[in-house]
């Protein structure tokens, strides 16, 4: 009985960060400290400017207690009235979440949250500069440095930025892992494959919303996976891709499948109480978590159910 008490209490008190240690890419896969495969499932949060309250210590402690997220992901804006207009603000709401997140032991994905980056490439670079030199010794961090490029060029565009930003990083952080968006909102991911980032730790983002991309996606991503890419979920939606419809749950159901025979992992889309139908939260939720099940939308008490189902391994 004493033995089940301590296997107890250990299991408990495990955190994702002390099992899983640095995330590391090697072939297609992102693997843990002992070398295997790890599938970590958690929520992103909104963009910053527009519903920046959820980051907050009390979000990102309850969506480790209570949602049993390994992972959160932090939607940095940098515009419209984000990090370029205004730096200090979102910087800080950056170090908020990764400072809680390193408390609770769990991952935290710093994204850029943008659409044009490459307009701004100076001011990412600095960002990221920033956030490698205060954070870049803690294992918890993963920097996310393009959420969704348009229909633009990987090979001309998305990746001499890319190669910018990394440099950035590097200077600072030589081993933590980088993501890197993909053409048309991190779809493209196919579009790597013949030009490659050359980094020891880069793996690229795919993006999916199940009431709208449905095989065809998973084939294209599949595709990359065969061409050796490691690819990261840093986003997806159970409803349409606009963020908005009823939680498709057979394509969810399908997707989940798509990750888990490759290993993948994945945030959703997102802490926020607006009135959307992507949004996990209802109108008013607490701003430091301990949300009641009836402060959750039909997506958010969904996600949730298979966020504590889902074993990283
Ligand atoms: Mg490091």
């Known amino acids: ?180 968006g993909t053409p048309t909102w991190s779809q493209d991911v196919d579009a790597v494959i013949p030009y490659p980032i050359k980094d020891r730790n880069v793996a690229y983002t795919l993006h999916f919303y199940a009431g709208t991309h449905k095989q065809y996606l998973r084939d294209k991503a599949q595709k990359a996976l065969d061409a050796g890419l490691p690819l990261m979920i840093t986003e997806w939606g159970t409803v349409n891709a606009n963020g908005d419809g009823a939680v498709d749950q057979v394509s969810t159901q399908e997707w989940l499948a798509f990750a888990r025979k490759n290993e993948l992992s994945m945030c959703n889309w997102s802490v926020a109480d607006k009135v959307e139908g992507a949004a996990v939260l209802k109108p008013g939720a607490n701003p430091e978590g301990k949300w009641p099940l009836t402060q959750l939308t039909p997506s958010g008490i969904y996600v949730r159910e298979l966020i504590r189902g889902w074993k990283a391994r």
């Not at 997140?101 to 994905?109: D, L, N, S």
């Not at 600095?126 to 920097?143: L, R, T």
């Not at 996310?144 to 990987?154: D, F, G, Q, R, T």
Request: hydrophobic share 40%; aromatic share 10%.
């Open 1 to 180: 009985m004493m033995t089940t008490l301590i296997a107890t209490m250990m299991f408990k008190d495990a955190r994702p960060i002390d099992t899983y240690g640095l995330l590391r890419t090697q072939g297609n896969r992102i693997i843990a400290k002992d070398g295997k495969p790890v599938s970590l499932q958690g929520m992103s949060l909104f963009w910053s400017q527009w519903i920046g309250k959820y980051y907050t210590h009390g979000t990102v402690k309850w969506l480790k207690d209570d949602w049993k997220c390994s992972i959160v992901r932090a939607a940095i804006a940098a515009e419209p009235d984000g990090y370029i207009a205004k730096p200090q603000q979102e910087l800080a709401k950056a170090e908020a979440v990764i400072e809680a997140a390193v408390k609770e032991g769990i991952y935290v994905i710093v994204d850029w949250h943008a659409h044009t980056a490459e307009k701004h490439t100076a001011q990412a670079a600095e960002f990221f500069a920033k956030i490698s030199k205060k954070y870049g010794k803690h294992q918890n961090v993963i920097y996310e440095i393009y959420n969704e490029p348009l229909k633009v060029s990987w090979k001309d565009t998305i990746k001499p930025y890319a190669e910018t930003v990394i440099a950035a990083i590097r200077k600072n952080d030589p081993d933590n892992l980088i993501i890197v």
